[in-house]
T-cell receptor, first 115, second 117 residues
Framework: DGGITQSPKYLFRKEGQNVTLSCEQN?????MYWYRQDPGQGLRLIYYSQIVNDFQKGDIAEGYSVSREKKESFPLTVTSAQKNPTAFYLCASNGLDSTSTDTQYFGPGTRLTVL | AQKVTQAQTEISVVEKEDVTLDCVYE???????LFWYKQPPSGELVFLIRRNSFDEQNEISGRYSWNFQKSTSSFNFTITASQVVDSAVYFC??????????????FGTGTRLQVFP
């Protein structure tokens, strides 16, 4: 089945640790995204990538890093510099709809809790 | 500034009632897309609809319908004859173009719908 997978589903981190969240897609999409969701709020964009070996900061990139070495994969590292990392993290991807950006489809999410 | 407002934080209805979720947006762009996503308790965002800013026709899909009105910058979502399985948080979103193949989605704060049997 085509889709987006994220792992792990739940992640616990101690203060001062870096953790990496996995996002993989087999939809052959060039564009990928990371969003953060806090309780009672909408999603906010952390990073996005247009194509392999390219990525750009979104609105709340501080304390996060990404890589895009393969088309299928867009891992997100939450560093110790991120002051309030406890949140729900969602990965998304999209292709092109003729000449315009197509719908973003989302993975199941990773819930990160800092202990 | 681009913004999406979902003024209804939570709505409770009894099964078979009709319910409308409101969405008001602000944008300076002439070309944009509007979306609705459903987030069940599992957390995954499920895509429901995408609407082009040039297409104001209302859309119906089974029990779901959407009313897009550019004059009032609204994109409301109605569920007819609601069911318990409709219980979820519903998000309205607005696209902002970042590049030729990437958009930022600007989300509202969501409306939690609870449907009671």
């Amino acid at each position: 089945d085509g889709g987006i997978t994220q792992s792990p589903k739940y992640l616990f981190r101690k203060e001062g640790q870096n953790v990496t969240l996995s996002c993989e897609q087999n939809l052959n999409h060039d564009a990928m995204y990371w969003y953060r969701q806090d309780p009672g709020q909408g999603l906010r964009l952390i990073y996005y990538s247009q194509i392999v070996n390219d990525f750009q900061k979104g609105d709340i990139a501080e304390g996060y890093s990404v890589s895009r070495e393969k088309k299928e994969s867009f891992p997100l590292t939450v560093t110790s510099a991120q002051k309030n990392p406890t949140a729900f993290y969602l990965c998304a991807s999209n292709g092109l709809d003729s000449t315009s950006t197509d719908t973003q489809y989302f993975g199941p999410g990773t819930r990160l809790t800092v202990l | 500034a681009q913004k999406v407002t979902q003024a209804q934080t939570e709505i409770s209805v009894v099964e078979k009632e009709d319910v409308t979720l409101d969405c008001v947006y602000e944008t300076r762009d002439t070309t944009y897309y509007l979306f609705w996503y459903k987030q069940p308790p599992s957390g995954e965002l499920v895509f429901l609809i995408r609407r082009n800013s040039f297409d104001e026709q209302n859309e119906i899909s089974g029990r779901y319908s959407w009313n897009f009105q550019k004059s009032t910058s609204s994109f409301n979502f109605t569920i007819t004859a609601s069911q318990v399985v409709d219980s979820a948080v519903y998000f309205c979103a607005l696209s902002e173009a970042l590049s030729y193949n990437t958009d930022k989605l600007i989300f509202g704060t969501g409306t939690r719908l609870q449907v009671f049997p």
